[in-house]
């Protein structure tokens, strides 16, 4: 991948980044090594569209957007559907809408205004998919937007829309898991959204982002919630919703003693949303067999799961160090 080696070049040349550098690209390397049968089709398509001319990146609510790239639509188009299906997003590239499964732009609104600034900052995206958000955060005035994702086709997705950019210069994905990172204190703004119901041990996960905050930093956590008293959490027996590894979803409550017993302060519930078929749909991006969210819930009540739990519904909450 000398197209993300280049990247990793520059992106980690900030001082404090720097220190992490070797280990972080040695495991990333390793990373993009593991034998996978789609990584030819999948640099086939990268390569097809690092030929173009590149475009400006900017916003075109709710898309992100890619102007003046100098390649057809068709082009584009063919070389981004070998990369399917695409979950984040959406994406506007010249006129191309890439609809993405999620309207991402649904979920930045109820977050951008809440936090604190990300001007300036260095911030982490834990499990950022294919860096939708993490471009977004770095539109916002972010110094550097670092996100880790293991799931390597979204780390081809990301590589797809940087290369089609000649001006997303503060944002990186690397595909690492948050565990794998070496403790890295220095991260003024931390997320982790949507990543919190897939591990077995949450403390581990909230106790390990804590090593990765400066001090006097803002963690932003997004995750699946249930209604319920404090000590309440939901273990679901196989799926959540057609989802594997979904392990714990606890009431807000509950998820606030986690954070406290952690040892984060000043912790607020800053939304709670019901997920909705019109924020997460299906389009021709996820596949030739898309099913979505509306697949998933019980079709005579839409308030449970078709394996009869609560419905989805998130809350963020923010909290410092
Ligand atoms: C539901 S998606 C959320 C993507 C995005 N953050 C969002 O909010 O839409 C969760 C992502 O977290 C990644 N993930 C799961 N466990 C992780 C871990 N331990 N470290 C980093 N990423 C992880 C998964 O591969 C998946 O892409």
Redesign the pocket.
């Known amino acids: 991948m000398k197209l993300f080696e280049d990247k990793f070049e520059s992106f980690f040349s900030d001082t404090e980044l720097q220190k992490f550098k070797e280990e972080c690209l040695r495991k990333s390397l390793m990373a993009f090594n593991i034998k996978n049968g789609n990584v030819p089709k999948w640099t086939d398509a990268l390569n097809k569209l690092n030929s173009t001319k590149k475009g400006e990146l900017g916003l075109n609510d709710p898309y992100i957007s890619i102007k003046n790239i100098d390649s057809s639509s068709e082009n584009i188009e063919t070389n981004l559907k070998q990369l399917l299906p695409w979950r ?1 997003g959406p994406f506007i590239l010249n006129n191309l809408k890439l609809e993405s499964e ?1 309207i ?1 732009d649904l ?1 930045w609104q109820r977050i951008k205004n809440k936090i604190k600034p990300l001007k300036n900052k260095r911030v982490l ?5 294919n860096g939708y ?1 993490t471009i977004r955060m770095a539109l916002e005035g972010a110094s550097k937007a670092l996100g ?4 390597l086709l ?1 780390n081809y997705q990301f590589a797809a829309i940087d290369t089609l950019t000649k001006s997303n210069s503060n944002s990186m994905l690397i595909p690492l ?3 794998e990172l070496p403790n890295m204190p220095i991260f003024e703004s931390v997320f982790s ?3 919190l119901y ?2 077995r041990d949450h403390l581990e ?1 909230l106790s390990k982002l804590k090593k990765m905050m400066a001090p006097n930093s803002e963690l932003i956590l ?1 995750t699946l919630i249930v209604d319920g008293q404090k000590n309440y959490a939901l273990i679901p027996e196989g799926r959540y919703a057609n989802m594997r590894n979904v392990h714990c979803l606890p009431s807000t409550e509950t998820l606030k003693s986690w954070l406290s017993d952690v040892g984060f302060r000043s912790i607020k519930l800053i939304d709670v949303s019901v997920t909705t078929p019109q924020e997460q749909r299906k389009t021709p991006w996820i596949g030739d067999n898309p099913a979505s969210l509306e697949d998933f819930l019980d079709p005579s009540n839409p308030s449970l799961t078709i394996e009869g739990y609560p419905a989805p519904k998130r809350a963020i909450l923010t909290c410092s160090n």
């Open positions: 984040k999620w991402g979920k995206d834990v499990g950022a998919g958000f880790v994702e293991p799931f979204f898991r948050l565990e959204m949507g990543v897939h591990q996960h997004e």
